[in-house]
């Protein structure tokens, strides 16, 4: 089954802590994974995809085939981080090649 | 550009009652979709549609109806409503052929249902 699963709902850090959001995948196959966010009171907006590599708003995530993970990672939270953080899965055969969100985590960043 | 636009931003209805969320983009993009956000449940797929005259059911579509009889207009109604249904529905739209199908939303309709 191709899933994606965020574990923690809430992730409370203080600024200029490192935060590392959790992102585990089920899938066959090489897989197509994505960063979504969603500030207050904005839309979702794509963060970053993983075939790109890039680093956004000094984020980055790396893509662990062995794990089945692709992390978010930033070394020095920022109060402007805080935010709902969704990873996607790009998932194929009966997904039509539609994304599959995880559950999202809540980044909290404190003064 | 206006990007993606939701109608209404915000609805009450009573149980039974029906209505349509309108969906808008102006980037001529050819897939759209419907999800709903639920606290705790993310984001999940209600309905898509990869072109004009094409509707495709996603991962929870019980209860939903969708037309797409215009590229830009992406069609979700609700016939009789029921209170499971109170949720805030985003609507995205992408195109799989450029910039890796990137999805862009629209800023979501907060519906509740009584």
């Known amino acids: 089954a191709q899933r994606v699963t965020q574990p923690e709902k809430l992730l409370s850090v203080f600024k200029g802590a490192p935060v590392e959001l959790k992102c585990n995948y089920s899938?066959?196959?090489?897989?197509?994974l994505f960063w979504y966010v969603q500030y207050s009171r904005q839309r979702l907006q794509l963060l970053l995809r993983?075939?790109s590599r890039e680093s956004i708003k000094g984020f980055t995530a790396d893509l662990n085939k062995g794990e089945t993970s692709f992390h978010l990672k930033k070394p020095f939270a920022q109060e402007e981080d805080s935010a709902m953080y969704y990873c996607?899965?790009?998932?194929?055969?009966?997904?039509?090649?539609?994304?599959?969100f995880g559950k999202g985590t809540k980044l909290s960043v404190k003064p | 550009n206006a990007g993606v636009t939701q109608t209404p931003k915000f609805r009450v209805l009573k149980t039974g009652q029906s209505m349509t969320l309108l969906c808008a983009q102006d980037?001529?993009?050819?897939?759209m979709y419907w999800y709903r956000q639920d606290p705790g449940m993310g984001l999940r797929l209600i309905h898509y549609?990869?072109?004009?005259?094409?509707?495709a059911k996603g991962e929870v579509p019980d209860g939903y109806n969708v037309s797409r009889l215009k590229k830009q207009n992406f069609l979700l109604g609700l016939e009789s409503a029921a209170p499971s249904q109170t949720s805030v529905y985003f609507c995205?739209?992408?195109?799989?052929?450029?910039?890796?199908?990137?999805?862009?939303f629209g800023p979501g309709t907060r519906l509740t249902v009584t």
């Open positions: 995205a739209s992408s195109d799989r052929t450029r910039n890796g199908d990137e999805q862009y």
């Open positions: 899938y066959s196959g090489s897989p197509e």
């Open positions: 993983h075939i």
């Open positions: 996607a899965l790009r998932g194929y055969g009966g997904s039509q090649g539609n994304l599959i």
């Open positions: 980037m001529n993009h050819e897939y």
């Open positions: 549609s990869v072109g004009e005259g094409t509707t």
